[in-house]
T-cell receptor, first 113, second 112 residues
Framework: DAGVTQSPTHLIKTRGQQVTLRCSPK?????VSWYQQALGQGPQFIFQ???????QRGNFPDRFSGHQFPNYSSELNVNALLLGDSALYLC????????????FGQGTRLTVV | GNSVTQMEGPVTLSEEAFLTINCTYT??????LFWYVQYPGEGLQLLLK?????DKGSNKGFEATYRKETTSFHLEKGSVQVSDSAVYFC???????????FGRGTSLIVHP
């Protein structure tokens, strides 16, 4: 079992550009959540996808958008990048039930210059 | 709203020392409580959890007891190892949400 995989592992973008991050959930999982982790901080919830719909959203601007595909994989898109968007972006998958454990990927380190 | 407060780090210990990382919370309803660990360059892993008052979660020698009266979920280990060096996150999930709320994390450094 490959677990949760994220790509790319690192990338550097320029202010104003757009970026797409990708996540493949653990086998058997149908729910994907995205988090932003700034240096020295805990993960902040961005949104969660289930059955290709955004089920819940955190306090992030509309520049952050996402998508879930029929195979349960997911993308996070960020438009009009700001320096403050530099962070580790974590994807977590779970079986969907409220009590189910979330498994995290290793994250994508985004640097905006 | 929900919030989690952890003690400031880094916590620096010698191998075989006793570890306590304090965590207190504010939540509506009756939350489930979690400790996650993040090793350098990796994502978060669930370390242990407790779903109701007085439950004790335990894993890999770590323990934490859900204390409703003090709204706390302190992490303890009797004898730490160098390999325990990591960042530890306390988190809660309240009944109405699928999403955990994380603390800021506490870095643990264990010296040989």
């Amino acid at each position: 079992d490959a677990g949760v995989t994220q790509s790319p592992t690192h990338l550097i973008k320029t202010r104003g550009q757009q970026v797409t991050l990708r996540c493949s959930p653990k086998s058997g999982h149908d729910t994907v959540s995205w988090y932003q982790q700034a240096l020295g901080q805990g993960p902040q919830f961005i949104f969660q996808y289930y059955e290709e719909e955004e089920r819940q959203r955190g306090n992030f601007p509309d520049r952050f958008s996402g998508h879930q595909f029929p195979n349960y994989s997911s993308e996070l898109n960020v438009n009009a990048l700001l320096l403050g968007d530099s962070a580790l972006y974590l994807c977590a998958s779970s079986g969907g039930g409220q009590g189910s454990e979330a498994f995290f990927g290793q994250g994508t380190r985004l640097t905006v210059v | 709203g929900n919030s989690v407060t952890q003690m400031e780090g880094p916590v620096t210990l010698s191998e075989e020392a006793f570890l306590t990382i304090n965590c207190t919370y504010t939540a509506t309803g009756y939350p489930s409580l979690f400790w996650y660990v993040q090793y350098p360059g990796e994502g978060l892993q669930l370390l242990l959890k407790a779903t109701k008052a007085d439950d004790k979660g335990s894993n890999k020698g770590f323990e934490a007891t859900y204390r409703k009266e003090t709204t706390s979920f302190h992490l303890e280990k009797g004898s730490v190892q160098v390999s325990d060096s990591a960042v530890y996150f306390c988190a809660l999930r309240s009944g109405g949400s699928y999403i955990p709320t994380f603390g800021r994390g506490t870095s643990l450094i264990v010296h040989p």
